[in-house]
Nanobody
Framework: QVQLVESGGGLVQAGGSLRLSCAAT????????MGWFRQVPGKERDFVAT????????YSADSVKGRFTISRDNAKNTVYLQMNSLKPEDTAVYYC?????????????????WGQGTQVTVSS
């Protein structure tokens, strides 16, 4: 099992940057692929980015490609989402999640553990 806690959200102007962090408990962090998803009221939770267990591969949604970067530090049991060139449409609650899966990591249904979410608001 793993427990996840997000932090780093806040209010930022368009064009600005934020770095989200997700701290994981336990000693098996390396066993999980990690993902970031986001959700706005009334809509589905959408894929943002994912990173494999070793950190050797990353994947991101087209909407954030070139602007967001996912990374992990297994020694610190932490995954990050660096968000640059933020747009108002990036406004959402951002969630980190953990999966034992190896493929199709864009699919939120593959993730077993979820954090509580952190709010990101981008103003015009």
């Amino acid at each position: 099992q793993v427990q996840l806690v997000e932090s780093g959200g806040g209010l930022v102007q368009a064009g600005g940057s934020l770095r989200l962090s997700c701290a994981a408990t336990g000693r098996t962090f390396r066993s999980y692929g990690m993902g970031w998803f986001r959700q706005v009221p009334g809509k589905e939770r959408d894929f943002v980015a994912t990173i494999t267990r070793s950190g050797g591969s990353t994947y991101s949604a087209d909407s954030v490609k070139g602007r967001f970067t996912i990374s992990r530090d297994n020694a610190k049991n932490t995954v990050y989402l660096q968000m640059n060139s933020l747009k108002p449409e990036d406004t959402a609650v951002y969630y980190c999640a953990a999966t034992t899966g190896d493929d199709l990591l864009w699919n939120r249904h593959l993730y077993t553990y979820w954090g509580q979410g952190t709010q990101v608001t981008v103003s015009s």
